[in-house]
């Protein structure tokens, strides 16, 4: 099967919006973080900056994760990079996963950041 310059064209297009992708700042968006947890971890980890304990949920809270991770994260980062069924880790690009990444890292600091009235988890 021959491919039509366009398919091929637009197959380059793609390519380049890869490479773009990937060169995107390491620098993560908190606020962005939690709205991707929200679509793709809230169904088994509490997300929430005040987790409710009870009833448990399968996974441990955000909160919690975020409190006992390594300081810089390379532990969770490591984390998803890995496959983990039925966690859906995979399905992030590498910018949502620094966006999850700056969220951890907000709800780590969530007790100081709400005293000072910058929450972001609370929009
Ligand atoms: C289908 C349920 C499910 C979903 C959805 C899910 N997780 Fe998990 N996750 C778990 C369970 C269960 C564990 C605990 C068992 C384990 O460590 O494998 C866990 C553990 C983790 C851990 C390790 C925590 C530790 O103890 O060190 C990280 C990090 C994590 N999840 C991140 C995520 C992120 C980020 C997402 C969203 C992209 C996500 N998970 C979505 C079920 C899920």
Redesign the pocket.
Known sequence: MRRSPRAIGSLLCMLALAACTAEAPRAGDPARGRL??QE??A???DISIAPVREPAR???AFLD?SR??RPDFS??RR??EEL?P????F??WPEE?EN?LAYLHFLRHARAAEARGDGVGVR
């Open positions: 991707v947890a793709w971890c169904g088994c980890h399968p996974a441990p994760l006992r991770a532990d969770v984390f998803m983990h039925p966690m859906p880790t399905r992030l996963k999850v």
